[in-house]
């Protein structure tokens, strides 16, 4: 919590600087094409340096604010979902670059804040409310509804689900684990004595008993206050850091092996250890046992799931040693989204170079950790990455199931909350917290549902982001009182700083906007960045007869550079680069999406009206190409970032 208050008053210090001459600076402002996935109707972020903030309209109704990297930015916009990508540098001063990014920065920071309180009273009202049925006699909520919100994060490395039998490998496997983790015990009990563990359990449990719900701080309902939102070591966090933390007694006291699916063994040539990982690793393995020995007698909140990861770690890196070969901890999320053999089989040239990529990446952070003669943590967390996403790319040639993203920089496997010790709370105590917890969440998520409500022409991306360029540029000027005439202000600093003033009234659709930028803003340049198909049309065409690229490529049917991905609505001509023809196209589009739909209202018991919706989706998205506006464009959803070239990528 100090470290936060210390941010924050960095931040308002920077933020409350008056403006200068400076030098010369510059953001880039990016407009980015209609297309049929988020922001159908265009897109629009402001750049800093390699920061990109943008406005995007959530699930849940409401408009976001996210921060991308400019390189995973690029590549989801222009790549994956093969959008073009229009780019004008604004000069600016220094202490107006200054101000503007910093104003992102805090209003990204602030509303993670917020939505991480609302997201933590609505677990601690579920844990409270799993407490209270437990108390009065009734079974505990159900698994169902408490699976995403209440689980022990780690202990799933060593222990089922509740309720499941432990599922273990070939037994001279699992022997080889338990005794390694019988050699850290007992190192343990050199350092700390042999009942360490059995006192520092029950001082745990003695601690779960008297812990009490929290005093929840009353949460401010100006969201666009300059207080920074407070954060609050929760009741249900401290709990599940208390019961993680017997967890990993427990697993140093009965030394279980781990659970079958959590090893990543392969007896594959590309895995083979080098004697300079050999060395490298022993000595890494003695790190991790030190760190888990430290761990065990420290006040950091969250030691128990420290403690289960170095131990697991230390078994595959035992493991390594003992076969050879690079053995890895599972590092994907419990929640990864899987592709069948169904979804990317037609993908077939992509995938392969997704597992080629995913290899030489393998190799590359190998071959970069041993030069450097450094194997520490950080290093050895990107090659487990590196070789978990190699192996999971590897089902696909053999026509599996395969995880396609959800990868963690640490191993996260969790289980839902187990029997197990519990707070000497009465119902009276627990019925008080959570009546007091309803009403405070209900406030929280209607101030938030209020403040940041999406809507088409009001409060979109694009007047967000002017909204808050605005708040940047009077924000020298505030001080205890209001300003005077903000609006007028607003004006003046806008037309000073950046060259000219905008109207979010009547420049809220992102193309309009864009030449609203070109015509008002100090803008020193301006690139068009071309699409993922845009860039590899024009490769072919350099190559080849352009006229009879044109005409194949112009169709799903012939095309080479586009496979249908079911995750676009089905459609049979590309009308970007066919503008005169566009509207015939289409019709042609149209009638794709009313065959779609036709099938789809049969198929309906078989694919839950998927084909249905996908059908009435492409309809919608094809309607604009009856009057020369272009939407449908395809999608890429297998394709490597290393195809992203940096040369193709603005230098700021």
Same mark, same amino acid.
């Given at each position: 919590?100090?470290?936060?208050?210390?941010?924050?008053?960095?931040?308002?210090?920077?933020?409350?600087?008056?403006?200068?001459?400076?030098?010369?600076?510059?953001?880039?402002?990016?407009?980015?094409?209609?297309?049929?996935?988020?922001?159908?109707?265009?897109?629009?972020?402001?750049?800093?340096?390699?920061?990109?903030?943008?406005?995007?309209?959530?699930?849940?109704?409401?408009?976001?604010?996210?921060?991308?990297?400019?390189?995973?930015?690029?590549?989801?916009?222009?790549?994956?979902?093969?959008?073009?990508?229009?780019?004008?540098?604004?000069?600016?001063?220094?202490?107006?670059?200054?101000?503007?990014?910093?104003?992102?920065?805090?209003?990204?920071?602030?509303?993670?804040?917020?939505?991480?309180?609302?997201?933590?009273?609505?677990?601690?009202?579920?844990?409270?409310?799993?407490?209270?049925?437990?108390?009065?006699?009734?079974?505990?909520?159900?698994?169902?509804?408490?699976?995403?919100?209440?689980?022990?994060?780690?202990?799933?490395?060593?222990?089922?689900?509740?309720?499941?039998?432990?599922?273990?490998?070939?037994?001279?496997?699992?022997?080889?684990?338990?005794?390694?983790?019988?050699?850290?015990?007992?190192?343990?009990?050199?350092?700390?004595?042999?009942?360490?563990?059995?006192?520092?359990?029950?001082?745990?449990?003695?601690?779960?008993?008297?812990?009490?719900?929290?005093?929840?701080?009353?949460?401010?309902?100006?969201?666009?206050?300059?207080?920074?939102?407070?954060?609050?070591?929760?009741?249900?966090?401290?709990?599940?850091?208390?019961?993680?933390?017997?967890?990993?007694?427990?697993?140093?006291?009965?030394?279980?092996?781990?659970?079958?699916?959590?090893?990543?063994?392969?007896?594959?040539?590309?895995?083979?250890?080098?004697?300079?990982?050999?060395?490298?690793?022993?000595?890494?393995?003695?790190?991790?046992?030190?760190?888990?020995?430290?761990?065990?007698?420290?006040?950091?909140?969250?030691?128990?799931?420290?403690?289960?990861?170095?131990?697991?770690?230390?078994?595959?890196?035992?493991?390594?040693?003992?076969?050879?070969?690079?053995?890895?901890?599972?590092?994907?999320?419990?929640?990864?989204?899987?592709?069948?053999?169904?979804?990317?089989?037609?993908?077939?040239?992509?995938?392969?170079?997704?597992?080629?990529?995913?290899?030489?990446?393998?190799?590359?952070?190998?071959?970069?950790?041993?030069?450097?003669?450094?194997?520490?943590?950080?290093?050895?967390?990107?090659?487990?990455?590196?070789?978990?996403?190699?192996?999971?790319?590897?089902?696909?040639?053999?026509?599996?199931?395969?995880?396609?993203?959800?990868?963690?920089?640490?191993?996260?496997?969790?289980?839902?909350?187990?029997?197990?010790?519990?707070?000497? +709370?009465?119902?009276?105590?627990?019925?008080? $917290? !959570?009546?007091?917890?309803?009403?405070?969440? %209900?406030? *929280?998520?209607?101030? &938030?549902?209020?403040?940041?409500?999406?809507?088409?022409?009001?409060?979109?991306?694009?007047?967000?982001?002017?909204?808050?360029?605005?708040?940047?540029?009077?924000?020298?000027?505030?001080?205890?009182?209001?300003?005077?005439?903000?609006?007028?202000?607003?004006?003046?600093?806008?037309?000073?700083?950046?060259?000219?003033?905008?109207?979010?009234?009547?420049?809220?659709?992102?193309?309009?906007?864009?030449?609203?930028?070109?015509?008002?803003?100090?803008?020193?340049?301006?690139?068009?960045?071309?699409?993922?198909?845009?860039?590899?049309?024009?490769?072919?065409?350099?190559?080849?007869?352009?006229?009879?690229?044109?005409?194949?490529?112009?169709?799903?049917?012939?095309?080479? +550079?586009?496979?249908?991905?079911?995750?676009? $609505? !089905?459609?049979?001509?590309?009308?970007?680069? %066919?503008? *005169?023809?566009?509207? &015939?196209?289409?019709?042609?589009?149209?009638?794709?999406?009313?065959?779609?739909?036709?099938?789809?209202?049969?198929?309906?018991?078989?694919?839950?009206?998927?084909?249905?919706?996908?059908?009435?989706?492409?309809?919608?998205?094809?309607?604009?190409?009856?009057?020369?506006?272009?939407?449908?464009?395809?999608?890429?959803?297998?394709?490597?970032?290393?195809?992203?070239?940096?040369?193709?990528?603005?230098?700021?």
């Amino acid at each position: 919590m100090m470290r936060s208050k210390l941010q924050a008053i960095g931040v308002l210090a920077a933020l409350a600087l008056p403006p200068s001459a400076g030098t010369a600076a510059g953001f880039n402002y990016l407009y980015i094409e209609a297309g049929e996935g988020n922001s159908s109707g265009g897109h629009t972020a402001i750049q800093f340096d390699d920061e990109i903030y943008h406005y995007q309209h959530v699930d849940s109704g409401l408009i976001r604010l996210f921060r991308q990297e400019k390189t995973e930015f690029h590549f989801l916009y222009r790549y994956l979902q093969n959008r073009p990508m229009h780019l004008s540098r604004v000069e600016v001063g220094e202490d107006t670059f200054d101000l503007l990014k910093n104003q992102f920065k805090w209003r990204f920071l602030t509303q993670e804040r917020q939505f991480k309180l609302l997201d933590d009273l609505h677990k601690e009202r579920m844990f409270i409310r799993h407490l209270l049925q437990k108390s009065t006699g009734g079974h505990a909520i159900a698994s169902s509804d408490a699976a995403p919100v209440l689980r022990l994060k780690g202990v799933g490395l060593f222990y089922p689900e509740p309720g499941r039998q432990p599922q273990y490998t070939d037994s001279n496997l699992t022997k080889q684990q338990s005794l390694s983790v019988q050699s850290l015990r007992r190192k343990v009990e050199q350092r700390y004595g042999p009942d360490f563990l059995q006192r520092r359990r029950e001082m745990i449990e003695a601690q779960i008993k008297t812990l009490a719900p929290s005093q929840w701080p009353a949460i401010n309902s100006d969201l666009v206050a300059e207080e920074f939102p407070s954060s609050i070591y929760t009741f249900t966090e401290r709990y599940s850091d208390y019961l993680t933390a017997l967890f990993a007694i427990k697993a140093l006291m009965d030394a279980p092996p781990l659970q079958s699916d959590v090893l990543l063994l392969t007896s594959q040539p590309v895995f083979k250890i080098s004697e300079a990982e050999r060395r490298a690793l022993a000595e890494l393995q003695g790190d991790f046992e030190t760190g888990l020995i430290k761990a065990l007698d420290s006040n950091r909140p969250d030691w128990g799931y420290a403690v289960l990861v170095d131990m697991a770690r230390y078994i595959a890196i035992d493991a390594s040693l003992q076969s050879g070969y690079w053995v890895f901890i599972d590092d994907f999320a419990d929640n990864s989204e899987s592709v069948g053999p169904d979804q990317y089989l037609e993908h077939s040239a992509q995938i392969r170079m997704l597992v080629s990529d995913a290899r030489a990446t393998l190799e590359r952070n190998r071959l970069s950790a041993i030069s450097r003669q450094q194997l520490g943590e950080a290093e050895y967390s990107q090659i487990e990455m590196a070789g978990n996403r190699y192996i999971e790319l590897l089902n696909s040639e053999q026509r599996h199931d395969f995880r396609y993203n959800g990868q963690k920089a640490l191993p996260s496997k969790s289980v839902g909350l187990p029997n197990g010790p519990v707070p000497n +709370l009465s119902p009276e105590q627990l019925t008080t $917290a !959570l009546s007091a917890l309803d009403n405070l969440e %209900n406030s *929280l998520s209607e101030t &938030l549902n209020q403040s940041y409500r999406y809507d088409l022409f009001s409060r979109n991306c694009v007047t967000e982001l002017f909204g808050t360029i605005k708040q940047a540029l009077i924000k020298p000027y505030r001080s205890g009182d209001k300003v005077a005439d903000p609006e007028a202000l607003t004006v003046k600093e806008s037309e000073q700083r950046l060259g000219g003033y905008i109207e979010t009234a009547y420049n809220f659709v992102p193309f309009v906007a864009y030449q609203s930028v070109l015509d008002r803003y100090h803008v020193t340049q301006s690139r068009d960045l071309d699409s993922y198909r845009g860039l590899e049309l024009a490769k072919l065409s350099a190559r080849q007869n352009s006229l009879i690229t044109g005409l194949r490529e112009s169709n799903i049917i012939s095309s080479r +550079l586009y496979k249908y991905n079911p995750d676009d $609505a !089905l459609f049979v001509f590309f009308t970007d680069d %066919n503008v *005169l023809l566009r509207p &015939l196209f289409g019709v042609a589009n149209i009638g794709a999406g009313i065959g779609q739909s036709v099938y789809g209202f049969f198929s309906w018991p078989l694919d839950s009206g998927k084909n249905l919706q996908s059908g009435a989706t492409g309809i919608l998205m094809s309607l604009p190409e009856l009057f020369f506006f272009n939407m449908r464009k395809g999608s890429y959803r297998y394709l490597s970032l290393n195809q992203l070239t940096h040369a193709d990528l603005p230098d700021h």
